[in-house]
Every structure is written in structure tokens, then in C-alpha cells.
């Protein structure tokens, strides 16, 4: 059997399983095919050895043959079953998507929940302060008749306080006029009103909201800003009551360092009437360009009720007297947070918006 052409056929075979094994990817797989088990291969050249055979031999030795073919053949369909395996794994993993990163980003950037804004805030603030000294919350509307923001308030048409509150106009000249209102006050005529009509005199009142002015914004001035109002109708109000009301919120508010004075004034609706100014929280009173080197801001009117306002809402002014003041919740903001321009409580801007907790 020495010089039998398959006397190597083991370690022929071997060696072809050996290069299966070996081969590490679908193409070269194929490529090595034929020289595996293709007509050029060393299994197809034993096969035509064969001929020369006995034809005893030759079957013997066929079958032999044949044998190895279909180890060959196993092992490469085997490997290319690995090999293509491999593959898709292979594009799978190239394919991924990986969502680890979109989770981590929202995770380290989180949607943001909003929160109330400056105004919203300080109005709460002030209100807190008011409640604790006994006033109660209420509400106005902001669109207003001529007669609840002017006339009621004893500003007559053609009156020249008219100028001091110019405000957009829906139209012009008559009681029945519909204004933006210019102020809070108007909101003290229809708590008086409703007072008298339920019989539920007398008033403690604040009345904080949104107010609109012809003015052409800059850095303290803006076309829609906010006031709280303030009321009381009671028997036996002075002015003492007044002043203390206002130094006690000033201390509440902006701190025991900071105190209120409150100089004559003109308003048609209060007699007599004062500015209430407080000390400038900027330089503490020492004098600044925030107050004009005077130490001091202006912050609101205030005043005794002037007669004409309680005779036009009914009330009886020999039983009854009472105050009011107003003042900006802007202005209160804009001091208490050292915001230096105003336009920026309507801008909006997020990086000033992000500043307020
Ligand atoms: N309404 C006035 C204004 O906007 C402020 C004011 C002054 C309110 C005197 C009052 C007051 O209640 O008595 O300028």
C-alpha cells in the first residue's frame, strides 16, 4: 500500500481541514474553495490517480476518497455556517444604535421645570406682608371704563392730572370709554361700591395687578407694569394710621434698616396726599446715582381719601374716613433684587429668568 497515490490521504486531508480551520473570513473562504475541493484540488487529482488502479483497488480506495471528500466538504460548510455567523454579528454590532448616549444626555441636561417669575414672585411676597397685618387680597379688572379709572377717582376730562396717566384708549371722550387702566386705584372704587351695596364696610384691603401706560420703555419706565393698591375704610382713620401702615410694611418688606418717609404730594383722589419714599437699598442712604445722591426712592403715592371719591361711591364721609396708598411691584423687584434695567422683567430672556428661584 506504500505506492498507493493515498498512501498521504490522511495528512492530506488533515491539512485541508487544517486550512479550513484557519481561514478567518467568508471571502477567503470562497476564494479558497476551489483549491479545497475544486477540480485543481489535491482530492480531484487522487480521484483521476485512480485510474490506474486495480480495478479491487480502485473501489477501495474510492470509497476511501470519497470519505475525505465529505470530511472536507463538512468542515468547510461547517466554517462558512461560523463565518457567516461572525458576519452578522459583525453588521449588528456596527448597526447598533445606542441609546446609552441619548439616556445620558437626558440625564446630565434634564428638562427644566419653570417656576413663577420676578413679578409673580415679589407680588406674593408683598401680599404675605399685607395678610400678616391684617389687609385682605382683591382683585380688579384691567380694562377699565373712563369713569372707574379717572372720573370716579376725581379726574374730571380735560383735568391735567389726565396727562400724568395717559394710557391706550379704546375710544376717546365719553364715561362709557374704554381704558387700559392706568393704575391699581380704580380697583378702591369697586370694593367701595361693592361695600356699600352689601353693606359689608368697612375695607382692608390690597389690590395687586397689571397695569398699562403710554410710555416708550427704557431702563425704569415700561408700557405694562404692575401695582399693588392699598385701602382702608374704617371709623376714625388718621393719617398717623397711614404712616404707620407704611413704615411697618417698608420695615417687613426690605428689612429693619430701611426705613419710609412720606412728603406732600398732589393726587385728585387723596386729601392730603403724600409720596411715600423709602431709603435706597442701593447705597442704604448714603446717597447714590440709583437716588440722585438723596438717599432715597420714591416708591408710591398714598393719602387720605379726599370726600368727593366717598361721595361718588356712596359712602358718608362724617361716619367714614379712610386712606389708600400704590406703589410699583415692579420698582419693589427691580430694588430688592438690584435688577438694573426694568425691560429686563419683560423680556423674557431665560438667563435672566434662571436667576429667580
Ligand atoms: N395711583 C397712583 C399712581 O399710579 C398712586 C397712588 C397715589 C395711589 C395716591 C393711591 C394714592 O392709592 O392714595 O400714580
Redesign the pocket.
Known amino acids: 500500500m506504500t505506492s498507493s497515490p493515498l498512501a498521504h490521504l490522511d495528512e492530506q486531508t488533515q491539512e485541508l481541514l487544517a486550512t479550513i480551520a484557519k481561514t478567518t473570513t467568508l471571502e477567503a473562504l470562497v476564494e479558497a474553495e476551489p483549491a479545497l475541493i475544486g477540480k485543481r484540488s489535491i482530492l480531484s487529482t487522487l480521484q483521476k490517480s485512480l485510474g490506474s488502479l486495480e480495478p479491487e483497488d480502485r473501489r477501495s480506495a474510492g470509497a476511501l476518497l470519497q470519505e475525505a471528500r465529505r470530511v472536507v466538504e463538512a468542515a468547510l460548510s461547517e466554517r462558512r455556517a461560523v463565518l457567516q455567523r461572525e458576519a452578522r454579528s459583525r453588521q449588528l454590532e456596527r448597526d447598533r444604535l445606542d441609546l446609552g448616549d441619548v439616556l445620558d444626555a437626558q440625564v446630565s441636561h434634564p428638562l427644566s421645570v419653570g417656576h413663577p417669575g420676578l413679578i409673580a414672585v415679589t407680588q406674593r411676597e408683598l401680599e404675605d406682608v399685607f395678610v400678616g397685618m391684617g389687609f385682605t387680597v382683591a382683585d380688579g379688572p384691567e380694562v377699565e371704563s373712563d369713569w372707574y379709572n379717572f372720573e370716579a377717582l376725581n379726574i374730571p376730562p380735560a383735568h391735567p392730572a389726565r396727562d ?2 395717559d394710557t391706550f384708549y379704546v375710544e376717546l371722550g365719553d364715561p362709557e370709554t374704554v381704558v387700559l387702566r ?4 380704580p380697583t ?1 372704587i369697586h370694593l367701595m361700591e361693592e361695600a356699600v351695596a352689601h353693606g359689608t364696610l368697612p375695607i382692608h384691603s390690597v389690590m395687586p395687578g397689571r ?1 398699562y401706560r403710554r410710555d416708550t420703555p427704557d431702563a425704569s419706565h415700561l408700557y405694562s407694569f404692575h ?1 399693588i ?3 382702608v375704610v374704617d371709623r376714625g382713620i388718621t393719617f398717623a394710621d397711614l404712616a404707620g401702615v407704611i413704615e411697618t410694611f417698608t420695615r417687613a418688606y426690605f428689612g429693619p434698616d430701611i426705613t419710609s418717609r412720606l412728603r406732600p404730594a398732589y ?1 385728585p ?2 386729601e392730603p ?1 403724600a409720596e411715600f419714599e423709602v431709603t435706597c437699598t442701593i447705597c442704604r442712604g448714603e446717597g447714590c446715582r440709583t437716588c440722585s445722591h438723596t438717599g432715597w426712592i420714591e416708591l ?4 387720605m381719601l379726599d370726600p368727593v371719591v366717598l361721595e361718588a361711591v356712596g359712602i358718608d364721609g362724617e361716619e367714614w374716613s379712610g ?5 410699583g411691584i415692579d420698582r419693589c423687584a427691580q430694588m430688592r433684587h438690584q435688577v438694573s434695567d426694568m425691560r429686563a422683567l419683560i423680556e423674557n430672556d431665560t438667563r435672566f429668568l434662571e436667576q429667580i428661584s
Open positions: 400724568m396717566w392706568t393704575h391699581t386705584s378702591q397695569c401695582q393698591e392699598g385701602l393726587f383722589f387723596t396726599s408710591g403715592g398714598s393719602g386712606f389708600a396708598f400704590g406703589f
